[in-house]
């Protein structure tokens, strides 16, 4: 009960001292500035202006101390030594690039951006088209949506049972061997089977986003206008063809925005990882490895921080024009 109790007063003495600060600020600021007497109409228009950066003061400082900061900082270790003290220039670098396990690292990494991002978006588009055609639609869209619930170590270890290898002479546990075994086949330790391995931690991630890339993309089916696809049917079109032609294309802007967002979770992906393989067997990727060379070993501070830049460099552009395509669709 300890660790529960202590939890507890943590969330009590944070949403107290939040409570304290907005309360506190605001009460300040309407005293210092009243908004009464001759200079009322000054003081509001003060206030006005000071009022919105009481609250996002907090924010923005949290946003510079733990974002803004840590990427100077990251860079500015990329050149330093194993212990962050001595100024190694481009020694970080040349090793990164000369490494045979940051190749793996990067080539699993664009293994997982080409197939996680296009499944979960495909699989989550199927799911809000065929969900808004059937009665009970709204508890298959929450049956779907529930792995969003369930953190990334705890699916891991669900598919962790899935996956589960007893050995040829004892009782398979896992669904998939307990599958192949009643068929007559031959259980696997599916992952550490190369190259497939990596599909099967795949499939974790896409299970768990599916349901998110369901809700975003079923919310934009029911904005399609019902005109165009009365006029559609009048046409004589299939069912097919007016989910392809008509409807798809109306909604390409947000498929391409939830595909980004999965494309930059799917970049710093780490632990399913850490969990399932912990990059054994051929399944290293970026930020496990970045986090191997950080926390294991003594930690490297140089290398772990080019890493971490390498993974910055991958997630930005991405993040501008998801950015973009968002405000587009907002416009």
């Known amino acids: 009960m300890g660790p529960l109790i202590n939890a507890s007063l943590v969330v009590i003495l944070g949403v107290a001292a939040c409570f304290a600060y907005f309360f506190g ?166 992952i550490t089977v190369p190259f497939w391995n990596n599909i099967f931690l795949m499939i974790i991630l896409i299970w768990i986003q599916t349901g998110f890339a369901m809700v975003i993309l079923s919310a934009a089916l029911r904005g399609i206008s019902e005109e165009t696809i009365e006029a559609a049917v009048i046409d004589g079109a299939s069912p097919l063809q007016i989910f392809f032609k008509i409807k798809v294309p109306q909604i390409w802007g947000t498929i391409a925005v939830v595909w980004t967002t999965i494309t930059i979770l799917v970049l710093k992906v780490f632990d399913i990882v850490l969990a399932m393989t912990n990059g054994q067997w051929n399944t290293q990727v970026l930020a496990n490895y970045m986090f191997d060379w950080m926390f294991r070993g003594g930690g490297d501070y140089g290398r772990a921080s080019a890493i971490a830049l390498v993974i910055m460099a991958m997630v930005i552009p991405i993040m501008i024009w998801n950015i973009r395509e968002a405000r587009k669709d907002m416009t």
Do not use: C
């Open 25 to 190: 600020t605001n009460w300040l600021l309407d005293r210092v500035y009243p908004a009464q007497g001759d200079a009322a109409v000054a003081n509001m228009a003060v206030t006005a202006q000071v009022r919105p950066w009481l609250f996002l003061g907090p924010a923005v400082v949290l946003l510079g101390l733990y974002l803004v900061y840590p990427v100077f900082n990251s860079l500015w270790l990329s050149f330093k030594d194993v212990n962050g003290r001595e100024f190694v220039g481009t020694a970080n670098y040349q090793w990164l690039f000369n490494d045979p396990e940051f190749r793996e690292s990067f080539f699993n990494n664009i293994l997982w951006l080409l197939i996680v991002p296009a499944g979960a978006t495909l699989f989550g588009l199927l799911a809000a088209a065929l969900t808004d055609r059937i009665a009970w639609g709204n508890f298959a869209k929450s049956l779907i949506f529930m792995p969003m619930a369930i953190s990334f170590i705890g699916a891991s270890v669900i598919w962790k049972f899935i996956y589960e290898y007893r050995g040829p002479d004892s009782e398979q546990i896992g669904l998939i061997n307990a599958i192949v075994t009643f068929f007559g086949g031959d259980p696997q330790a599916w």
